[in-house]
């Protein structure tokens, strides 16, 4: 609700209709909202040129387009990397992140105002928990990036604040209309959702059948690290966790994602390497290596050396292993460090 309004942003095709249905407009308006929406990234209702003038000042006047105010904006000089801070209405505020690659135009997503997980690399972690954000902002942070940079998304990953699987219903409200054919169409196997490891919610999202991918926050190859760097590996084990991720990934006849972290002299031995070696043994999977993005004092950056040899040491499990040295960390829009620090 904006000043008493209904918020269209973030509503689904039934959802528009059945308003446009309660305002005493024929279902139909409702089809037509979803694509001014998601498919024309209309800004108000003056753009609705196919909607009569009455009805959309009949529109002004109760409904709003639009949940994000802009309160920044840095661009990297390293790589074609811009971050976002937006205000939400509620003064909260999130970052969204966009990636400009070669054939690739990602955006990396806030799912919450802060995070209440603390994984003790993080800075998003740090800042503590605020609350979750509605489908309207999650994917009002795609509508507005797509404007004002004007690019077409290619993917989306659900990194940025916040624990998607925690804001459950909203986040996957909101993928389904990033994926929707009729609106934003982003391929569903380009959606990616980055997870600490919620345990019951891999088997929900497992069981629900959705075409997006999971990606798992693993950072540690025991159960020893695990818990000291993640204090949600308190809660569920790794034997638990590995259980969940085979679920989902032979009901979703996916390869997961594993992402690990790697923290010099912290998890980043031959040892660790080895470690992780015989946890995931056996499992079809992707491994994606984030040398550490400056973010708490007391952890650092391995050399390439190190984060080479680890490389090496992951060869007995044939997956692929991709190393990702991040974009933007000189505006700390790297992976964890968005934590509201804006020149
Ligand atoms: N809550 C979700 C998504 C958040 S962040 C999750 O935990 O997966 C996306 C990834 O960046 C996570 O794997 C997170 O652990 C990692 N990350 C956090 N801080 C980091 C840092 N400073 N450097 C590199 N990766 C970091």
């Known amino acids: 609700m904006k000043s008493g309004k ?33 498919e024309k990234r209309a800004t108000g209702f003056v753009d609705m040129t196919d909607l009569a003038k009455g009805l959309r000042e009949k529109l002004e006047a109760v409904a709003a387009i639009g949940c994000l105010q802009l309160a920044g904006r840095t661009q990297s000089n390293e790589s074609n990397t811009v971050k976002y801070l937006f205000q939400l209405q509620d003064n909260h505020s999130i970052e969204s992140v966009l990636i400009r690659e070669s054939s690739r135009r ?19 972690g740090a800042m503590g928990f605020h609350r979750d954000l509605t489908a309207g902002e999650i994917v009002d942070q795609v509508l507005f990036i797509e404007r004002e940079a004007g690019v077409d998304l290619t993917n989306v990953v659900l990194m940025g604040m916040g624990e998607p699987l925690q804001n459950y219903d909203a986040v996957i409200k909101a993928c389904r209309l990033l994926n929707h054919p009729d609106g934003l169409a982003i391929a569903g196997r380009h959606i990616v959702l980055s997870t600490v490891g919620i345990v019951p919610a891999i088997y929900r999202f497992a069981d629900e ?135």
């Open 209 to 343: 059948g959705h075409p997006f991918r999971l990606a798992i926050s693993l950072h540690a190859p025991t159960d020893e690290k695990r818990r000291i760097l993640l204090p949600i590996g308190r809660k569920y084990p790794l034997a638990e966790l590995m259980k969940a991720v085979r679920y989902y990934a032979q009901k979703a006849r996916q390869h997961p994602t594993f992402e690990y972290v790697l923290l010099a002299g912290v998890n980043d031995s031959e040892q660790d390497a080895e470690d992780l070696v015989r946890l995931l043994k056996g499992l079809p999977c992707k491994i994606n290596l984030i040398p550490y993005n400056a973010a708490i004092e007391k952890f650092s950056t391995p050399d390439a050396q190190a984060v080479d040899r680890f490389v090496q040491r992951l060869l007995p499990l044939q997956a692929p292993v991709s190393v990702r040295w991040s974009k933007g960390a000189d505006i700390a829009a790297a992976c964890g460090q968005l934590a509201i620090r804006h020149p």
């Open 6 to 38: 209904k918020m269209l942003t973030g509503l689904t095709l039934q959802e528009l209709e059945q308003f446009a249905e309660s305002i005493g407009e024929k279902k139909f308006r409702g089809r037509q909202l979803f694509s001014w929406l998601y």
């Open 106 to 124: 990602t955006c990396c997503l806030s799912t919450q105002a802060g995070c209440a997980f603390k994984c003790s690399f993080c800075a998003t």
